[in-house]
Nanobody, 116 residues
Framework: QVRLVESGGGLVQPGGSLRLSCAAS????????MRWYRQAPGKERELVAT????????NYADSVKGRFTIFRDNARKTVALQMNSLKPEDTAVYYC?????????WGQGTQVTVSS
C-alpha cells in the first residue's frame, strides 16, 4: 500500500521557520522524483520544490527561492522541506508528491499558517 505521510505543519509567525517532513512507504522511493506542492484557499495547487531521485538536483518556485530547501534521505525514505523567513503568503496546505513515469502519488497534506 502506497503511503505518503506529511508532518511538521503548524502556526508560525512571519519570519519564522518550519520543517515539513514526508515519510514514504509502499513503493521504491529511491527512483521517484519528489515534490512539494501547496494550495492556498481559493487558489490552484502550486509547485513549490522538486528534487530528483538521487537528490542531485533541485528546483524551486521563484516565490520561495532562497528561503526554502528541499532534501531527501533515500535510506530512510523521507523528503523534507525546510522553510525559512516565512511570509503570510506562504500560508497553505502543503502536499508531498512522488512521481515516476505514470505513477503519481500524493500525501494528505499538512497545514502551514503564517500569521502574527
Amino acid at each position: 500500500q502506497v503511503r505518503l505521510v506529511e508532518s511538521g505543519g503548524g502556526l508560525v509567525q512571519p519570519g519564522g521557520s518550519l520543517r515539513l517532513s514526508c515519510a514514504a512507504s509502499g513503493f521504491t522511493f529511491s527512483i521517484y522524483a519528489m515534490r512539494w506542492y501547496r494550495q492556498a484557499p481559493g487558489k490552484e495547487r502550486e509547485l513549490v520544490a522538486t528534487i530528483t531521485s538521487a537528490g542531485d538536483s533541485t528546483n524551486y518556485a521563484d516565490s520561495v527561492k532562497g528561503r526554502f530547501t528541499i532534501f531527501r534521505d533515500n535510506a530512510r525514505k523521507t523528503v523534507a522541506l525546510q522553510m525559512n523567513s516565512l511570509k503570510p503568503e506562504d500560508t497553505a496546505v502543503y502536499y508531498c508528491n512522488a512521481q515516476y513515469s505514470i505513477n503519481n502519488y500524493w500525501g494528505q497534506g499538512t497545514q502551514v499558517t503564517v500569521s502574527s
